[in-house]
Each structure stands twice: as structure tokens, then as C-alpha cells.
Nanobody, 124 residues
Framework: QVQLVESGGGLVQAGGSLRLSCAAS????????MGWFRQAPGKEREFVAA????????YHADSVKGRFTISRDNAKNTVYLQMNSLKPEDTGVYYC?????????????????WGQGTQVTVSS
């Protein structure tokens, strides 16, 4: 079992930055690939970024490439999402999730555990 708790969300002006953190409980955190998803009001949950269990490989949605960076620290059981040059369309609830099989990174159904989410609001 892995429990995930996100933090770091908030209100920021367009062009600003935020760093989201996702703290995981459980000894098996380092065995999971991790991902970030987001959901805007009235829209489906969408993939943002993913990172393999070792941190060697990362994947980012086209909409955030060059602006967002996913990373992890297995010693701290934490995964991060550094978000720069934020835009109003980045507004939404951001969720971190754990993927045991390490497949289907861009598909929410491939993830086994989810956090409760943290709100990110970008004002224009």
C-alpha cells in the first residue's frame, strides 16, 4: 500500500512558478513509477508528467514541455513537479499517482494509487 499526499498548490499570477510535492508513505515507493495529472472544472483528468522508479526517464505532456519538470527523491519518498511560466490554462486540481507496472504512463487507469489533489489557480 502507498498513500500519497500532495502539497504546494496555490494562487499565482501568469508567468509565475510553483513547486508541487507529493509525499508517499510505505516502503515500496521507490518501486513505483510516479505521475502527475490535472483536472480542470468540467474537463477530464489529463496527464501532465511521469517519472520511472529510478528517475532515469521522464515524460511530459506537450502542453507543459519546457515549462514543467518532474523529479523524485527516493530517499525522501517524494516526487516533485516544478512548474514555471504558468498560464491560466494550467489551472486545475493536480494529483500525483503511483504506477506499479511502469506501463501506460499517460493513462490514468494505469495508476494504482492516487493522492487527494492540490488546487493550482493561475490568474491572468
Amino acid at each position: 500500500q502507498v498513500q500519497l499526499v500532495e502539497s504546494g498548490g496555490g494562487l499565482v499570477q501568469a508567468g509565475g512558478s510553483l513547486r508541487l510535492s507529493c509525499a508517499a508513505s510505505g516502503r515500496t515507493f521507490s518501486s513505483y513509477a510516479m505521475g502527475w495529472f490535472r483536472q480542470a472544472p468540467g474537463k477530464e483528468r489529463e496527464f501532465v508528467a511521469a517519472i520511472t522508479w529510478s528517475g532515469t526517464n521522464t515524460y511530459h505532456a506537450d502542453s507543459v514541455k519546457g515549462r514543467f519538470t518532474i523529479s523524485r527523491d527516493n530517499a525522501k519518498n517524494t516526487v516533485y513537479l516544478q512548474m514555471n511560466s504558468l498560464k491560466p490554462e494550467d489551472t486545475g486540481v493536480y494529483y500525483c499517482a503511483g504506477n506499479w507496472k511502469g506501463l501506460g504512463y499517460q493513462t490514468a487507469a494505469s495508476y494504482d494509487y492516487w493522492g487527494q489533489g492540490t488546487q493550482v489557480t493561475v490568474s491572468s
